[in-house]
């Protein structure tokens, strides 16, 4: 597994498709496995409690109001707060304001308010990904946001080379 | 012609005028010297033409710098050496850059220090995940550009994570 030297000279700059995409499956799964986890707790809970058991039926609109809910706090939240989420981190990317200054609480929380209108008409929204010129999906457009590597790719080129001069046979 | 010498000789042993004469001609020279303006007489001084009769070759070639430096106290002097000006003078980022990173971690104990130090198998695995993803990122938008055949180059960030432009 390498860290090609290019990946250096990317850093601060737009990021691509493929990373956005992979960061949003990450916290998609990521988001619902802890929805799972917090109905199997409050279901334990009314079961120690009163003795009867809950299941949660995903058609069940209670549960499809609290999960989109949880999907809007876990993307506001940390949109709002630190501008990236769980997935985003894992793959270095950030969201930041259109001039590239860190993001604005209330961006964050607009964007995450206007994400479902990507999703409309097939996802036309997120073709800004791929074809406009600062890969910029609709709910970016007008959240006035846009999302960068901001991973330290050169400290992880250092890693890599200290890893090979490390495994490397003395002379 | 008063013989200097005199003065050391018991003033019991000495001529009354020669003893006056000495006196008389001390004065002499006290009041001569008082009245001489040694700025003036400098300033009549050519120092150009006198240094042009002085071959500094010969007169270097004289000097025993061995000899020289010995008497120069190192330490004292770099004691007196104010180094924080001469210091802020000095463009350390300019310094840092023409360091060849990889060139000093690959062949200096430096990679083995990193290698120990920083992250483990996560970290390792974080990083190649992210090194792909991007390279898969650069591969797909080469293909968009080329499909949708736009000649203006795209900008590659935003405005203030480009680096500054250099002044003309």
């Known amino acids: 597994m390498t860290v090609q030297p290019a990946v250096v000279s990317y850093q601060g700059h737009y990021a691509g498709s493929v990373s956005r995409f992979t960061a949003y499956a990450i916290d998609l799964v990521v988001s619902s496995a802890v929805f799972s986890l917090a109905l199997a707790a409050i279901s334990y809970g009314v079961h120690i409690v009163t003795g009867h058991n809950v299941n949660w039926n995903r058609s069940n609109i209670v549960v499809a109001v609290l999960f ?6 876990y993307f506001g939240y940390s949109w709002a707060v630190s501008g ?88 | 012609m008063v013989n200097p010498r005199d003065r050391l000789r018991p003033a019991g042993r000495r001529n009354p005028v020669e003893a006056i004469a000495q006196q008389v001609t001390e004065r002499v020279v006290d009041l001569l010297v008082s009245a ?15 240094l042009d009769r002085v071959d500094l070759n010969t007169v270097l070639k004289q000097v025993d710098l061995n000899t020289l430096l010995d008497q120069v106290d190192v330490n004292a002097v770099l004691a007196r050496v104010d180094l924080k000006p001469l210091l802020d003078r000095v463009d350390v980022n300019d310094l840092v850059s023409q360091i060849d990173m990889d060139a000093l971690v690959e062949r200096t104990d430096l990679g083995a220090v990193i290698a120990r130090s920083s992250g ?41 994570l480009l680096p500054a432009q250099a002044e003309p």
């Open chain 1, 68 to 73: 989109v809910l949880w999907q809007f706090v």
């Open chain 2, 120 to 160: 483990g198998m996560g970290t390792e695995a974080l990083d190649a995940v992210r090194s792909q993803a991007v390279g898969l990122d650069q591969f797909v938008d080469r293909w968009v550009q080329r499909l949708l055949r736009r000649k203006r180059p795209t900008p590659p960030a935003p405005s203030a």
């Open chain 2, 36 to 50: 001489l303006d040694v700025n003036e007489l400098a300033a009549r001084i050519d120092l150009n033409a006198l």
């Open chain 1, 84 to 171: 990236r989420t769980f997935g985003m981190a894992a793959l270095g990317i950030r969201v930041v304001g259109t001039d590239g200054s860190v993001l604005e609480p209330r961006r964050g929380v607009v964007r995450a308010l206007v994400f479902p209108l990507s999703f409309l008409l097939f996802g036309l929204g997120f073709l800004g990904i791929l074809v406009q010129r600062e890969h910029r999906a609709l709910h970016d457009l007008i959240a006035g946001s846009a999302v960068i590597y901001s991973w330290d790719a050169r400290a992880a080129r250092l890693r890599f080379l200290a890893r090979q001069a490390d495994l490397a046979p003395p002379p």
